[in-house]
């Protein structure tokens, strides 16, 4: 009976897979080309003609933790059935990445912090932070909240502070604390629905006070009738 046998990763997959461990657990800068290489078990040509160089090899274990953080994320939230648990779910998908063995705080931070600005490192947390405001936007947007962009900037925050602190603080319930913050922001935020009929309101409040006035007789008519 034949067997199959699992293929062999390629150059790339264990390129990636060595910078993945080694560059979020040390740092961009800590670790240099000869110990990725060493550790891939790859020829030192492999890594120049894949990535070009080790900012080309940054550039791609940062947008594989975008791709990993995205993908796990998205899936969580497919647990949830209401637009309100959705926007929260994103705290819940966050307290289990915290809980990981492996956590140690945000990729993107870290290697912020290490790097000038302007380069791949800024582009890379850029492109990561504007899907994150996105997501929350549109969830916000999905919830009926009026201002959809500035609830996403609030929640936003929380989902920093929330990383800084489990990674800082080494306390994982980081997540579950920033999701009661954000349950209470989120309730707190005036609906979409309610400033409609709010503003439906007033127009017909100014309507018809702009039908009394017209109906009213002309300022200084009572005073010229009664001189004549």
Not at 9 to 34: C, K, M, Q, W
Not at 51 to 61: M, P, Q, R, T
Not at 186 to 205: K, N
Request: with cysteine; aromatic share 6%; proline share 4%.
């Amino acid at each position: 009976m034949a067997t199959g046998t699992a293929a062999k990763p390629s150059a790339r997959e264990r390129l990636l897979a060595s910078a993945n461990e080694l560059f979020y657990r040390e740092g961009v800068h800590t670790v240099g080309i000869d110990r990725i290489i060493e550790h891939a078990g790859v020829a030192k040509a492999s890594l120049y003609n894949t990535f070009g160089n080790k900012e080309g090899l940054v550039s791609a274990y940062l947008a594989s933790r975008h791709e990993r953080t995205r993908d796990r994320i998205t899936r969580a939230l497919t647990r949830f059935r209401t637009p309100r648990e959705r926007l929260l779910g994103i705290f819940d998908a966050q307290g289990e990445i915290f809980t990981a063995p492996e956590f140690n705080g945000c990729a993107f931070v870290a290697a912020s912090a290490e790097s000038p600005r302007g380069g791949v490192v800024e582009h890379a947390a850029d492109d990561y932070r504007a899907w994150i405001r996105t997501l929350l936007t549109d969830l916000s947007a999905e919830a009926g909240v009026a201002d959809p962009e500035g609830l996403a900037r609030q929640l936003h925050l929380l989902y920093d502070g929330s990383l800084l602190s489990a990674r800082m603080d080494r306390d994982p319930s980081a997540a579950s604390t920033a999701r009661e913050a954000a349950a209470a922001l989120l309730d707190a935020a005036p609906r979409a629905a309610e400033q409609s009929v709010r503003a439906a309101q007033v127009a017909e409040a100014v309507g018809e006070s702009g039908v009394a006035v017209a109906q009213g007789p002309e300022p200084g008519a009572g005073r010229v009738a009664a001189g004549a």
